[in-house]
């Protein structure tokens, strides 16, 4: 468990950084209580949601495909996704699909390494500097191989799980 210092500093993070959440730290038993942010703080929190906010995989996704000129069918054929799949995509903002579909995206959309975290960052996700598989997508980006095949084979290769 954690002491009583680690919380103080913790809290003297949170003001530094956020300057909307006060987080007081009680040590009791097993539990911790943190206090309730104040009205003023919502209408903060609300304010600095609605001024960070970024677009949604949706908006980027179709953003993408609109740029490109191509179809949706294309881009899912490629992308090796169901019809069906990339149909809840389009038609639920909030949804989110897993990683290796959001890559499997990026990849048939011939998206560059930015342009392709653009799109991961509007899933929830990142290519990671410390993930083989990571590194061996990072890697097709830069060599322009979009070719689900090949990256497969590269991931297969290092004994990664293939997209």
Known sequence: MLNKKIFIEIEKYIETHLQIVTLSA???????ENSILEDSCHEDLEEFIH??????????LFGFIDKKGTSDAE???RAGIDRRHFSKIRSNPKYRPGKNTAIALALALELNKEDTDELLSAAGYS???SDTCDLVIQFCLEKKIYDMDLVNEALDHFSQKLL
């Open 75 to 77: 881009i899912y054929k």
């Open 127 to 129: 290519l990671s500097d």
């Open 26 to 32: 009680e040590y009791s038993l097993n539990r911790i």
């Open 51 to 60: 001024k960070n906010r970024k677009p949604t995989l949706n908006r980027v």
